[in-house]
């Protein structure tokens, strides 16, 4: 998660604030209630830990003709063979 850096234009008073970039920015402080800026330090400010989103080069799925040695073939299933109904005989009255 970055840390975002604000201080306050009524009282100068800064601070550092753990965000997510998805969290809205703040803009009151929490001090006098002034107006908060935004600080954006060229250090300090790290794009690493865990819940940030970062582009992973994961290998592409092997595809293509190479020596298949195991097959991912399902058998095919036959039909459940449905009970033959009993030939009904029919009582004469
Ligand atoms: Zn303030």
């Known amino acids: 998660m970055p840390t975002y850096s604000y201080r306050c234009t ?3 008073t800064a601070f550092d604030i753990h965000q997510s970039f998805t969290d809205d ?8 209630g002034g107006r908060l800026r935004k600080l954006f330090s ?11 989103y970062r582009n992973d ?9 190479s020596s298949s040695a195991s097959s991912d073939s399902s058998s095919s299933s ?3 063979a449905s009970p ?3 030939p009904a005989a029919t009582p004469a009255g």
């Open 10 to 12: 009524e009282c100068a």
């Open 25 to 32: 920015s703040l803009t009151e402080c929490p001090s006098c």
């Open 42 to 52: 060229a250090v300090g400010v790290t794009f690493s830990g865990s819940g940030f």
């Open 57 to 65: 080069s994961r290998p592409a799925p092997k595809e293509g003709g």
């Open 78 to 80: 036959a039909p459940p």
């Open 84 to 86: 033959a109904p009993a």
